[in-house]
């Protein structure tokens, strides 16, 4: 008897730490992918910086663009529009807004720091690269903010935003299967804005088909970090509530 518990015993801790290293093997792989779409990123903002068209950009442009006078274009053209400055930030304080009515005061908190934060590093690195836009069209900013081509910052705040959103979704599908109804239009939803909203920049004459790929991956590299942010907000509010917990369940 005393050998089959050991053996169980046994048993149980190798599978245990052959779990804790499956997982610290797949979140180190996974931070290996982050570092090297940052490496990636960064040779892209050097070229861009002295280049003003990539391989290809031409070609892709002008495939594009012509859909401007298709009978598609205000569905194309449609997620670029609203993601303009002011009904940007209107769209953003409204599903924040919302979030926070239905007491989803966490997501609401990530999904707007997330964000403001993407938008400022789009801004900073905007800036440095200072690459000029298609035909040097002018585009609407904030003070100045973005007035360059490389990134596109509507790509990352829409992707960031979106894919969010999306993840939430997937989240809420997941621990609870029978509202798919209500979620699943809203993942079409963020699916379109996030599909076509680099197509847009670029049938719009206002980005290079290189610029709408480092928004791109601008917002795959900050989504893990809104992602993390948000994770990290629930384990502050579970700790919050446990002390709470405790300091209730043990009378003085």
Not at 124 to 144: D, E, F, K, M, W
Not at 188 to 194: E, G, M, N, P, T
Request: charged share 15%; proline share 6%.
């Amino acid at each position: 008897m005393l050998r089959t518990r050991d053996s169980q015993q046994l048993t149980r801790g190798s599978v245990s730490t052959f779990a804790a290293c499956w997982a610290f093997a797949r979140i180190y792989r996974a931070w290996l992918l982050w570092a090297a779409g940052l490496v990636i990123l960064i040779v892209l903002a050097v070229l861009a910086h002295s280049t003003a068209q990539f391989p290809g950009d031409a070609a892709i442009s002008g495939l594009l663009r012509p859909l401007r006078r298709s009978f598609i274009a205000p569905i194309i053209e449609l997620p670029s529009n609203v993601s303009q400055p002011t009904p940007g930030a209107i769209l953003l304080v409204a599903i924040v807004a919302l979030l926070a009515a239905l007491r989803h005061v966490r997501e609401a908190l990530a999904a707007a720091l997330g964000t403001l934060v993407s938008d400022l590093i789009n801004a900073l690195l905007n800036g440095v690269v200072a690459r000029p836009r298609p035909n040097n069209v002018h585009v609407q900013t904030i003070s100045g903010l973005g007035a360059h081509s490389f990134p596109s910052g509507h790509v990352e705040h829409v992707t960031v935003l979106f894919g969010f959103l999306f993840y939430l979704t997937f989240l809420a599908l997941y621990a609870r299967p029978d509202r798919r109804a209500w979620l699943l239009p809203i993942q079409i939803l963020c699916v379109y804005f996030i599909a076509l909203i680099g197509v847009g920049r670029v049938v719009e004459g206002d980005h290079q088909p290189s610029d709408v790929l480092a928004g791109y991956l601008v917002a795959v590299l900050m989504l893990p970090l809104v992602i993390a942010f948000y994770r990290w907000l629930g384990k502050v509010w579970q700790r919050h509530q446990l002390r709470k917990e405790g300091q209730v369940a043990v009378p003085r």
